[in-house]
C-alpha cells in the first residue's frame, strides 16, 4: 500500500489526482468513503480527476463519457471501463494498493 493523501485533503465530494508507481489515479471521496479509478479516460485520455463528480459519477471533463467510481463500469458508453484501486483510510491517511 502507498500513502497518497490526508484524510483531510479530501473532503466529501473533492476528486485529486495523485500517481501511485508511475500510474496517474483519481481519488475521490462519495458518501464518506473513498475510491480510486484510473485518470486516464479510455476514450481520448482525459483526467478524471478534473471531472464533475455526481454522486457515484464521475464525468470525464472532454467528453463526458461517465464512470461508476465504484466499480469502474462507465453507464456511458456501456462495456467500457477504467481501472479501480483498493483504497484504505486509516488513522486519517488514505492509501492506495496499485
Ligand atoms: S477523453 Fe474522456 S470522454 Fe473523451
Redesign the pocket.
Given at each position: 500500500m502507498t500513502r497518497v493523501l490526508a484524510s483531510a485533503e479530501l473532503p466529501e465530494g473533492a476528486r485529486r489526482l495523485v500517481v501511485v508507481g508511475g500510474r496517474a489515479v483519481a481519488v475521490v471521496r462519495v458518501q464518506g468513503a473513498v475510491y480510486a479509478v484510473d485518470d486516464v479516460?479510455?476514450?481520448?485520455?482525459?483526467s478524471?480527476a478534473m471531472g464533475d463528480l455526481q454522486g457515484f459519477h464521475l464525468y470525464?471533463?472532454?467528453?463526458?463519457?461517465c464512470f461508476d467510481v465504484r466499480t469502474g463500469d462507465a453507464f456511458f458508453p456501456q462495456g467500457c471501463r477504467v481501472q479501480t484501486f483498493e483504497v484504505v483510510e486509516r488513522d486519517g491517511e488514505i492509501y492506495l494498493g496499485a
Open positions: 479516460c479510455p476514450h481520448r485520455g482525459g478524471l470525464c471533463p472532454l467528453h463526458a463519457w
